[in-house]
């Protein structure tokens, strides 16, 4: 009798080999990334929450609408980017799909390029790109704490932008806890590093590009 094991399984060991990883994550460590993956989400949830009642201010008020109104500019576009990240995650032929489309640009550029050449540039052309996803979360987290304003003359806040990285960091930790469960996809603390550098790496741009414009 064959031994039962976790569907897609294979497709997770295909996947980890590809990438030169022997790693593989038992099926009770899974569940434990799940349970703090789903208490990471609850307490970013209560937050959310907290934020929105803060905002409101129940009882309500004749200031509601426009306290919404702010709720809805400023939080509204973090849910939207959250999901476009999780549909991301949710692609089960993500390096195929990339290889496809970064491979002949490759080619195009440098038509002698061997084959593990073309592999390591889509690999670092991924890495790139979720440096940059996380970039833009940290700045999105960073305008919602600080609601900026035309000619804003408040100096820059070292606090805000750290409670802008540990959302980046916490989303980055359930994100890859969500491509545990991705038929070909696995997710590492490496990648959980790179996503926070990302953002860390966008605050600083952010905060340089403020400094040069005499911003803060």
């Known amino acids: 009798m064959k031994p039962c094991r976790f569907p897609g399984a294979e497709d997770f060991r295909v996947a980890a080999d590809a990438a030169t990883s022997s790693v593989r994550v038992p099926f009770h460590v899974r569940c434990v990334g799940v349970v703090l993956g789903c208490l990471v989400a609850a307490n970013l949830a209560c937050l959310c929450a907290v934020h929105f009642l803060w905002l409101i201010r129940l009882p309500l008020s004749s200031a509601t609408r426009d306290n919404i109104r702010v709720l809805l500019k400023y939080w509204l576009v973090i849910v939207l980017w959250f999901a476009l990240i999780f549909l991301a995650s949710s692609d089960t032929k993500s390096a195929g799909h990339s290889s496809r489309i970064i491979g ?100 600083l741009t952010f905060w340089a590009w403020g400094r040069w414009r005499k911003r803060w």
């Open 104 to 203: 002949p640009v490759v080619l195009w550029l440098f038509p002698g390029a061997s084959p593990e050449t073309v592999e390591t540039v889509v690999l670092y052309v991924r890495k790139c790109a979720h440096l940059t996803e996380y970039a833009v979360l940290a700045l999105l987290f960073w305008r919602a704490f600080r609601k900026p304003v035309r000619n804003d003359a408040r100096p820059w806040s070292w606090r805000l932008a750290g409670y802008a990285l540990l959302g980046v960091l916490l989303y980055a930790a359930t994100d890859e806890v969500h491509q545990l469960f991705v038929p070909s996809r696995f997710g590492t603390l490496h990648d959980v590093l790179i996503d926070t550098t990302g953002g860390a790496l966008g605050l």
